[in-house]
C-alpha cells in the first residue's frame, strides 16, 4: 500500500484544541498529515505566519506523522506539490456546511484527482474557533480548556494590559 498524505489547510490564527482533535483523528486514516497554514494577505492575522508554524510545530512536537508548513496561492497547487490527494476540512455546524461544500466543489473542479474529507470533530469542540478563543483572550478569559498550554501562553503575551 502506498502511504497516504492528507493536508489540512487553514488560518490556525492560532491553533485551538478543535484542530488537534482533527488531526488526531486524522492519524487514525491518513499516514501522515501536513497541517498547512495559509497566508492570506486579505486577512490581519492576530500570529505572524511564523508565529502560528511555530506554535503548531510546538504543539506536535511529538507527533512525527506530522508536519507543519505554510503556503500561498491555490490549495490545489500546494497539494500537488507535497504529492497529497487529500484535502482536511472540519465542518463543525451546519453554518459551515455552505462554505465547505463549495470549497470543495471548487477544488474538484480545478483538480478532479484530489478529494476533500470534511470531518467532524468531538462534540466538545464543535462550538470552539480562533476567533472565539482570541476575544475571550482580550477580555482576560480563562482559554485553557480551548487551546493547549503554549497557544494560551502566546495568548497571554499578545494581551498583556
Ligand atoms: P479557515 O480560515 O480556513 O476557516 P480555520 O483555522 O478557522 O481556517 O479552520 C481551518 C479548518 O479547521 C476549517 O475546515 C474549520 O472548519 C476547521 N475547524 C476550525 N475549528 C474547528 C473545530 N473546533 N473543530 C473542528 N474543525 C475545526
Do not use: W
Amino acid at each position: 500500500m502506498t502511504s497516504r498524505t492528507a493536508v489540512y489547510p487553514g488560518s490556525f490564527d492560532p491553533i485551538t484544541n478543535g484542530h488537534i482533535d482533527l488531526v488526531k483523528r486524522s492519524l487514525t486514516i491518513f499516514d501522515e498529515v501536513i497541517v498547512a497554514i495559509l497566508v492570506n494577505p486579505k486577512k490581519s492575522p492576530l500570529f505572524s505566519v511564523q508565529e502560528r508554524t511555530a506554535l503548531a510545530q510546538e504543539v506536535f512536537l511529538g507527533e512525527p506523522r506530522v508536519r507543519v508548513e505554510h503556503f500561498d496561492g491555490l490549495l490545489i497547487d500546494f497539494l500537488r506539490h507535497c504529492d497529497s490527494r487529500i484535502i482536511i476540512r472540519g465542518l463543525r455546524a451546519i453554518s459551515d456546511f455552505e462554505m465547505e461544500f463549495q470549497m470543495a466543489l471548487t477544488n474538484r473542479k480545478l483538480a478532479p484527482e484530489i478529494e476533500t474529507f470534511l470531518m467532524v470533530p468531538g462534540f466538545k469542540y464543535t462550538f470552539l474557533n480562533s476567533t472565539i478563543v482570541k476575544e475571550l483572550a482580550s477580555f482576560g478569559g480563562q482559554i485553557s480548556d480551548f487551546v493547549p498550554p503554549p497557544v494560551e501562553r502566546a495568548l497571554k503575551e499578545k494581551f498583556v494590559r
